[in-house]
């Protein structure tokens, strides 16, 4: 048995049906039994992942507590939470949702001594902030509400381990790129949407311009990260806020080069809307030198891998 088996028995995983929750529950699905993993959505979804399945809201104390206490939850991973275009639409909602709801699970992580994971985001970064090859201790100064959340939720993982003694730990994910779940109305999500329009249409319209450079990372990247992070011994973790955590970074047009030598006849247009001043403000490179350092994080994907490992993969689910 190894020392992930020993930490951790009964997992909780909210946001499960999302980008990261999906591939996250799948690996976890590998290294567990089906009865140790718990999923947690807000409304009525089908179990594709074979364990247990929850429903309710994450911003619903009562209801979380009584999951916690009925399977002696020792481990959450809580990724629910709206990205970056949906709380600019309702700030409110996405402050109840992504710092609401993470207060409370902080709270009952005091209470039954939880282990926890919560995604940071570059989003926490703001237009102060160096560009490139961002430090992992810089200018925190977020212009949108989702960066607002993310460094909030940061300083509040921070305390609640100075002051409880809570174990969370954080990884501020770049662009995340998937194949599993439909994409999304985040920033960074225009580099799987051109997947798609790759394969349905051989023909893709950005949203943002074709040399915004942003940090990225091929989705199995950030699960084998994640899960090794919350393997770490305690003694390893030095940064209670959150990582940075990097692997590649590229712009549309760089991405457009990769899918043309596998797809030729695609082409790419570009038309930057609202998204474009968010993604202005955000790095274009990540110093991830700590992570790597503390607990050996190294990514495998590169932009060439990627873009053949995605492609193939969506032909395959898409029936093309």
């Known amino acids: 048995m190894n020392n992930l088996n020993k930490q951790m028995k009964k997992i909780l995983v909210t946001g499960a049906y999302g980008l990261v929750g999906t591939d996250l529950v799948l690996a976890l699905r590998k290294k567990y039994k089906r009865n140790d993993i718990v999923v947690l959505s807000h409304k009525t979804t089908h179990n594709q992942f074979n ?37 600019e639409k309702n700030p409110a909602l996405a402050w109840e949702i992504n710092l609401g709801s993470l207060k409370t699970i902080l709270d009952l992580a005091v209470k ?19 560009k490139i090859n961002t430090p992992q201790r810089t200018v925190l100064e977020p212009t949108t509400m989702y960066g607002v959340n993310k460094v909030a939720g940061e300083l509040l993982c921070q305390y609640y381990f100075l002051r409880y003694g809570v174990d969370c730990r954080s990884l501020r994910y770049p662009g995340l790129i998937g194949y599993k779940t439909p994409p999304g109305d985040g920033t960074t999500e225009y580099s799987v949407h051109i997947f798609y329009g790759a394969i349905e249409k051989n023909k893709y319209t950005c949203f943002l311009k074709k040399d915004t450079r942003l940090p990225m990372m091929y989705i199995d990247d950030a699960i084998y990260g994640t899960i090794n992070l919350m393997e ?26 990769e899918i043309e030598k596998l797809s030729p006849k695609f082409k790419c247009d570009y038309k930057p809307d609202h998204r474009q001043k968010i993604a202005d403000s955000w790095p274009k490179s990540i110093d991830d030198s700590q992570a790597r350092k503390d607990w050996g994080w190294n990514h495998k994907y590169d932009l060439k891998k990627m873009t053949r490992v995605m492609l193939a993969q969506l032909k395959i689910k898409l029936g093309k």
């Open 112 to 130: 039954y001594k939880l282990k926890l994971f919560w995604p940071s985001s570059i989003a926490a970064f703001g237009t102060t902030t160096p």
């Open 232 to 257: 770490a011994p305690l003694t390893k973790i030095t940064v209670r806020t959150s990582y940075n955590f990097g692997a590649i970074n590229f712009t549309p047009i760089e991405l457009v080069a």
């Open 51 to 87: 364990v247990i399945a929850e429903n309710g809201d994450v911003r619903d104390g009562k209801n979380l507590e009584k999951i916690i206490k009925k399977y002696k939850i020792d481990t959450v991973y809580h990724l629910a939470g709206l990205l970056s275009v949906s709380s």
